[in-house]
DNA sequence: ATTAATTACTACTTTAAGGTAGTATTAATC
DNA sequence: GATTAATACTACCTTAAAGTAGTAATTAAT
């Protein structure tokens, strides 16, 4: 009952940028310093950011990343949807497949309220909400 | 931002054995077509269950497995221990390790709230609640 | 132009979960 | 006692996630 660790990842990289918006770049060799993430795993994760238009990229020399868009504007549940971890409508507990309207699973009832949370919280927490919270690692 | 396979599988065996009740023993072959779990990954877990005396098995030419004790005092929390896919109290959203007291991730104080209620659920569903709920597959 | 520092791409390795196969053990039935 | 039908055990195979390595492409600074 996790996020995938690319996931994780994804979303302490952007919420960094945005605690930095100051500097206009930022490149991965900070990042992965920063926020203990294997460097290369971290460069692997961002190409996938630059391509679903998240971040955008400044290649050569004093290049490196910046958030495409506001903090404000950037969902943590956009993140978990490029990795496909993001909670679906028919997901449930139990049902390896789906739960939909003519095969419910056992759980269905009890689970229906923390999902409406844990999709509020994802949908609802922006890289703004976030930026600068917690520890980095 | 799921259950194993494996602890899904497990609740439902578990789910479908208290609602034979009557039946003093299920064996395998039954689960595994019933629930269409694969026969040998079944027998796999449902070793382990043995192993955590949630289940007892009758070995032999009319054996198989029965709850160890009432389907009300089996929790689906019980269960997801088993296979370490319990939520623990520092478990975070962010954090590929934990958060803890130094260290909480950025998502922490948003995650309390489903955190509970997902703690509540699987601590206070027993397999009395969910026998004979939902469909079987 | 050359160099240095950066991202992008391709391909591989490692690890853990999920799943399978075959054999040994057990116990009721015949 | 032999047979049959069940669980238990050991070892393996498959798949996907996680992580690594090396090279190509790009761009600013020198």
Redesign the pocket.
């Known amino acids: 009952m996790q996020l995938?660790?690319?996931s994780q990842?994804a979303i302490r990289m952007l919420a960094y940028m945005a605690d930095k918006k100051d500097s206009p770049l930022i490149?991965?060799?900070e990042l992965a310093k920063v926020l203990q993430i294997?460097?290369?795993?971290l460069?692997?994760i961002?190409?996938e950011l630059?391509?679903a238009d998240l971040v955008v990229?400044?290649?050569?020399?004093?290049?490196?990343?910046s958030l495409s868009k506001k903090a404000s504007d950037i969902k943590v549940d956009d993140i978990l949807n490029i990795f496909h971890d993001s909670i679906q409508e028919e997901q449930c507990v139990l049902g390896i497949g789906f739960c939909n309207g003519m095969c419910k699973c056992a759980l269905h009832d009890q689970w229906m309220e923390p999902k409406l949370l844990l999709q509020k919280m994802f949908r609802e927490s922006s890289l703004e909400d976030i930026a600068g919270k917690g520890c980095k690692i």
Chains 1, 2 share one sequence.
């Open positions: 995938s660790n690319t990842y490149n991965a060799t294997p460097y290369k795993f460069t692997k961002m190409t630059v391509k990229s400044m290649r050569g020399r004093e290049g490196g990343y």
